[in-house]
């Protein structure tokens, strides 16, 4: 996919991806309910990091995206995601990259496994707090998205008027 040419379609893109990370979110929650150790991890991992991916790829701001920009604008891109203090912008999301996220929120992680074991209410509360961190980073990561694309279309906006 491309950067979002309009201000509304940015728009558009963060309400539909908005979306899909309460969709993600719910999948996470329902894993934590699962009373196998270490399947909510696995499938919190496979969540994250197609859930970032995508929503990478729906701002044009995926690896792939910024490989096809003009160099400049490819630097000003990945410069823009730095400035914000998001690493996974431009990136292909990996493994290391969703455990880097993972040690981020580690204690809410953590948290999450001890309270699975008390029956009923700890698989509650577990599911409550991997829809909240799924919910958080998702969010989070749309902010940023959107904020560097607003900052890309700004630049070739002048660019262009030049």
């Given at each position: 996919?491309s950067?979002?040419a309009t201000?509304t379609?940015?728009?558009?893109?963060?309400?539909?991806?908005?979306?899909?990370?309460?969709?993600?979110?719910?999948?996470?929650?329902?894993?934590?309910?699962?009373?196998i150790?270490?399947?909510d991890?696995?499938?919190?991992?496979?969540?994250?990091?197609?859930?970032?991916?995508?929503?990478?790829?729906?701002?044009?701001?995926?690896q792939?995206?910024?490989d096809?920009?003009?160099?400049?604008?490819?630097?000003?891109?990945?410069?823009?995601?730095?400035?914000?203090?998001?690493?996974?912008?431009g990136?292909l999301?990996?493994?290391?990259l969703v455990?880097?996220?993972?040690?981020k929120?580690?204690?809410?992680?953590?948290?999450?496994?001890?309270?699975?074991?008390v029956?009923?209410?700890?698989?509650?509360?577990?599911?409550?707090?991997?829809?909240?961190?799924?919910?958080?980073?998702?969010y989070?990561?749309?902010?940023?998205?959107?904020?560097?694309?607003?900052q890309?279309?700004?630049?070739?906006?002048?660019?262009?008027?030049?």
């Open positions: 996919m950067l979002p201000q379609e940015l728009e558009q893109i963060r309400a539909e991806c908005r979306i899909m990370v309460k969709n993600r979110a719910f999948v996470s929650a329902g894993a934590a309910t699962i009373p150790p270490g399947a991890v696995l499938a919190d991992m496979a969540v994250l990091s197609t859930m970032l991916q995508t929503i990478n790829e729906q701002f044009g701001l995926s792939q995206d910024l096809q920009l003009d160099p400049e604008m490819r630097k000003f891109a990945l410069a823009a995601a730095g400035s914000i203090g998001s690493k996974l912008i990136k999301i990996t493994k290391q455990a880097l996220v993972f040690k929120f580690g204690v809410r992680f953590v948290s999450k496994q001890v309270v699975r074991f029956p009923l209410l700890g698989q509650a509360v577990a599911a409550g707090l991997s829809y909240g961190v799924i919910a958080r980073i998702g989070t990561h749309i902010d940023d998205c959107y904020r560097v694309a607003q890309v279309q700004r630049a070739l906006v002048s660019v262009k008027a030049e």
